[in-house]
T-cell receptor, first 116, second 113 residues
Framework: AQSVAQPEDQVNVAEGNPLTVKCTYSVSGNPYLFWYVQYPNRGLQFLLK??????LVKGSYGFEAEFNKSQTSFHLKKPSALVSDSALYFCAVRGLGSGNTGKLIFGQGTTLQVKP | KAGVTQTPRYLIKTRGQQVTLSCSPI?????VSWYQQTPGQGLQFLFE???????NKGNFPGRFSGRQFSNSRSEMNVSTLELGDSALYLCASSLRDSNYEQYFGPGTRLTVT
C-alpha cells in the first residue's frame, strides 16, 4: 500500500533561520512526489514536484526539496524562513499504475510556525 | 489564467438531505479530482474524472457520486447526508494526469446538522 508520513505535527523556526519539513513515503516503483501549502480557509497551493532527474527540486516562494531514494524521503527546505511562510504543509505521492490515476495520497500535514 | 473555482463556498444542510457541489477547472485542464478534508482523516481522495469518464474512485460509500461534463466542469453529489460528511471538499484539476501537478480550488465547506 502506498503511504506518506509527515512525522512532525508542528515545526517552529525563527524568522531568517533555515527550515525543514520532513516527509517519507512508501510506494511501489518510482514515485511522483509533491509539496503543497494550505493557508487558513484556502485550498492547497502547489509548491513543487519531483518526477525524475535532479534530486534537488526548486519550487515557488524560495522553497526546495531533496529527493532521497535510499531513505525514501522528500524533505521540504527553505534557506531563510519568513513569517508569511507560516501555514499547513502537505507532502503527497502518486504511484504508478491505472489504479492511481488522478489520485494523490497525502500526509497528515505539518504546521509551520515562523516567529519574528 | 483563472484558477479552479468551486461553488458554493459554504453550505449548511440537514441530515438526510442531498447536496451538489460544482467545480470549474482551469481552462484546458481535462482531469478533475475530488478530495474530502477533515481534521480527523485528513485529505482523502474521492474520485477522478477525465473526458467525462470516471477513471478512479476512492474508498467512499455509494452515496458519493460525481460526473464531468464535456467542458470539463465537474459536479459531485452526496445523498442522504450524515453528520460525518461535514468537511471541506476540494476539487483539483490537472492538464492530463501522469506527472502533472494538480491545482486546487478554494473548496466548499459543507456543514451537516
Amino acid at each position: 500500500a502506498q503511504s506518506v508520513a509527515q512525522p512532525e505535527d508542528q515545526v517552529n523556526v525563527a524568522e531568517g533561520n533555515p527550515l525543514t519539513v520532513k516527509c517519507t513515503y512508501s510506494v511501489s516503483g518510482n514515485p511522483y512526489l509533491f509539496w503543497y501549502v494550505q493557508y487558513p480557509n484556502r485550498g492547497l497551493q502547489f509548491l513543487l514536484k519531483y518526477i525524475t532527474g535532479d534530486n534537488l527540486v526548486k519550487g515557488s516562494y524560495g522553497f526546495e526539496a531533496e529527493f532521497n531514494k535510499s531513505q525514501t524521503s522528500f524533505h521540504l527546505k527553505k534557506p531563510s524562513a519568513l513569517v508569511s511562510d507560516s501555514a499547513l504543509y502537505f507532502c503527497a505521492v502518486r504511484g504508478l499504475g491505472s489504479g492511481n490515476t488522478g489520485k494523490l495520497i497525502f500526509g497528515q500535514g505539518t504546521t509551520l510556525q515562523v516567529k519574528p | 489564467k483563472a484558477g479552479v473555482t468551486q461553488t458554493p463556498r459554504y453550505l449548511i444542510k440537514t441530515r438526510g438531505q442531498q447536496v451538489t457541489l460544482s467545480c470549474s477547472p482551469i481552462s484546458g485542464h481535462r482531469s478533475v479530482s475530488w478530495y474530502q478534508q477533515t481534521p480527523g482523516q485528513g485529505l482523502q481522495f474521492l474520485f477522478e474524472y477525465f473526458s467525462e469518464t470516471q477513471r478512479n474512485k476512492g474508498n467512499f460509500p455509494g452515496r458519493f457520486s460525481g460526473r464531468q461534463f464535456s467542458n470539463s466542469r465537474s459536479e459531485m453529489n452526496v445523498s442522504t447526508l450524515e453528520l460525518g460528511d461535514s468537511a471541506l471538499y476540494l476539487c483539483a484539476s490537472s492538464l492530463r494526469d501522469s506527472n502533472y501537478e494538480q491545482y486546487f480550488g478554494p473548496g466548499t465547506r459543507l456543514t451537516v446538522t
